[in-house]
């Protein structure tokens, strides 16, 4: 038996369409990822059309230099996972192991100073529902503001932490030597959803720190 | 570059390139939000994340290296979600001011 054929499922009639049928199926989860926050993206624009004037000031409550500073690293943390992903086309384990573990450091960071940045929310008296004590110009609309902040952060950030569990497998996958030049769909796919991640976060970005700013 | 097996492997270089250019968009997304452009900075500020989003999408989700049915798929994400927003907000927008909508 040729070394590529004890990569190749018994179903799929070359390694071609392994990998493309796997690729294709993240791609496919990710499509409906994005109706699922479509769903939270479409609900902030119609709030913020209705009630512009409370979502600026709202939004001039968030630090835009901590913001910033976390993109970055976001940014950064998608760097590392394309290397990750690298590493695994070549069948390099121990790439795939190093630049996962950078990958998850990054992601640990941004997920601490997303929580820095929620207890001071909470020192702030910008909870809504529960600790709302902020004094407003522009009325409850800048509380509605805060739900779709916190809402929107945390799937986020909850998508992060899934990430972050998935990325404990592919180490252990790496530890065992499991990716070779044939056979990698795990950190690839791992990847696709990573960046997806990091693409939800660009959008979130302006979209809740710079509005109305000048 | 390709392997044996037919798969594209971005270099280092390449990859490190593609971060530098995500992280200068994230810088002028910032600075141009300070500017007082009226009415286009909100749209403005959509398509530099658009340009981010698309840039990811091409090289670190290797789309440009994709087949195109992988493409279709993304494509048709994109248009679904373009469909769910557009046609709620005409929905909202088009509607008579009720009486203390928020509360």
Redesign the interface.
């Known amino acids: 038996m040729h070394a590529a054929d004890a990569q190749l499922d018994h179903h799929f009639d070359d390694i071609h369409q392994q990998r493309e049928a796997a690729g294709l199926g993240m791609w496919l989860f990710l499509a409906q990822e994005v109706m699922f926050f479509g769903g939270l993206f479409g609900a902030y624009t119609i709030y913020r059309l209705l009630d512009y004037a409370a979502f600026q000031e709202a939004s001039h409550h968030l630090d835009v230099t901590i913001g910033a500073v976390n993109t970055a690293v976001l940014i950064g943390s998608s760097l590392t996972m394309a290397l990750a992903v690298r590493a695994g086309q070549l069948g390099n384990n121990r790439g795939v192991s190093i630049f996962v573990l950078l990958t998850m450091l990054l992601g640990a960071v941004f997920l601490g100073v997303k929580g820095i940045e929620y207890s001071d929310k909470w020192h702030h008296g910008l909870i809504p529902g529960l600790h709302f004590t902020a004094e407003t110009v522009a009325g409850r609309g800048v509380e509605l503001f805060f739900v779709f902040y916190f809402v929107m952060t945390g799937m986020h950030a909850l998508h992060m932490v899934i990430g972050v569990g998935l990325m404990l497998w592919v180490l252990r996958m790496a530890a065992q030597k499991r990716f070779t030049p044939e056979r990698h769909a795990w950190v690839e796919n791992l990847g696709l959803y990573w960046h997806f991640v990091d693409i939800v976060w660009i959008f979130l970005f302006p979209l809740l720190y710079l509005i109305g700013r000048h | 570059m390709q392997?044996?097996?037919?798969?594209h492997?971005?270099s280092?270089g390449f990859?490190?390139l593609?971060?530098a250019v995500?992280?200068v968009l994230?810088?002028v997304?910032?600075g141009v939000?300070?500017?007082?452009?009226g009415w286009i900075?909100?749209p403005l500020?959509?398509l530099?994340?658009g340009v981010?989003?698309g840039v990811?999408?091409a090289y670190?989700?290797h789309l440009k290296w994709?087949?195109n049915?992988?493409v279709l798929?993304?494509i048709?994400?994109?248009l679904?979600?373009i469909i769910?927003?557009a046609f709620?907000?005409a929905d909202?927008?088009s509607r008579v001011p009720v009486q203390g909508?928020?509360?």
């Open positions: 392997t044996d097996s037919g798969v492997v971005s280092y990859s490190f593609i971060f995500l992280l994230t810088g997304t910032v939000a300070y500017v007082d452009l900075n909100t500020a959509l530099i994340a981010k989003a990811v999408l670190f989700m994709s087949t049915l992988t798929v993304a048709i994400g994109l679904w979600f769910l927003v709620t907000v909202y927008m909508w928020l509360g």
